[in-house]
């Protein structure tokens, strides 16, 4: 199975401040990476697709890199919005491992 | 407008079987393919299974040691699945969700919680 290690497992951060959350893949994935976002109780939400491509209605502030093993997601302005658990995703190959989450917190 | 709806989950006893039904609504369900995913309390996202748009093909993940099962009747708009000689580790938040091919899950459903308790 694909091992995907997310660093850091905890952020904590301001409003306004840049942050990147990096997702490692135990072996390469080309470009089959999301990045989900999950608030308490609810479901999560479909940010990055395909590593980098926005999900329609997703904020422009929210930016996805990378290919292979090593990728990132960038939010270039924090907004308190935003203080929630983020989790990739593989979907290369099955079974489709996410990420073991990072809970970005307010500072 | 897109919807899912979990529904089934409740407390169980250890041992003992449940089947959860996703129950689909505004888009032409037979056309995609649909997973199950969990979420223990307090834990991270876990894959369960995948069931192809027809039907034809599943895969699952290899900790659940075969006794889940999942399917769809197109016919209805529901995928299932069927979970026997559940444990306590078992206990979690069971979402279904949507996968258009080459995107990541851009619907899920709310979720319905299964409690495996004696």
């Known amino acids: 199975d694909i091992q995907l290690t997310q660093s850091p497992s905890f952020l904590s951060a301001s409003v306004g401040d840049r942050v990147t959350i990096t997702c490692r893949a135990s072996q390469g994935i080309t470009s089959y990476l999301a990045w989900y976002q999950q608030k308490p109780g609810k479901a999560p939400k479909l940010l990055i697709y395909?590593?980098?491509t926005l999900q329609s209605g997703v904020p422009s502030r929210f930016s996805g890199s990378g290919s292979g093993t090593e990728f990132t997601l960038t939010i270039s302005s924090l907004q308190p919005d935003d203080f929630a658990t983020y989790y990739c995703q593989q979907l290369y190959t099955y079974p489709y491992t996410f990420g073991q989450g990072t809970k970005l917190e307010i500072k | 407008q897109v919807h899912l709806v979990e529904s089934g989950g409740g407390v169980v006893q250890p041992g003992r079987s449940l089947r959860l039904s996703c129950a689909a609504s505004?888009?032409?369900?037979?056309?995609?393919?649909m997973h199950w995913v969990r979420q223990a309390p307090g834990k991270g996202l876990e894959w369960l299974a995948v069931i192809s748009s027809d039907g034809s093909n599943q895969y699952y993940a290899d900790s659940l040691k075969g006794r889940f099962a999942i399917s769809r009747d197109n016919s209805k708009n529901t995928v299932f699945l069927q979970m026997n000689s559940l444990t306590v580790e078992d206990t979690a938040v069971y979402y279904c969700?949507?996968?258009?091919?080459?995107?990541?899950?851009?619907?899920w459903g709310q979720g319905t919680l299964v409690t495996v308790s004696s």
């Open positions: 395909a590593a980098s």
């Open positions: 969700a949507r996968l258009p091919y080459g995107s990541g899950y851009d619907y």
């Open positions: 505004g888009f032409t369900f037979s056309s995609h393919v």
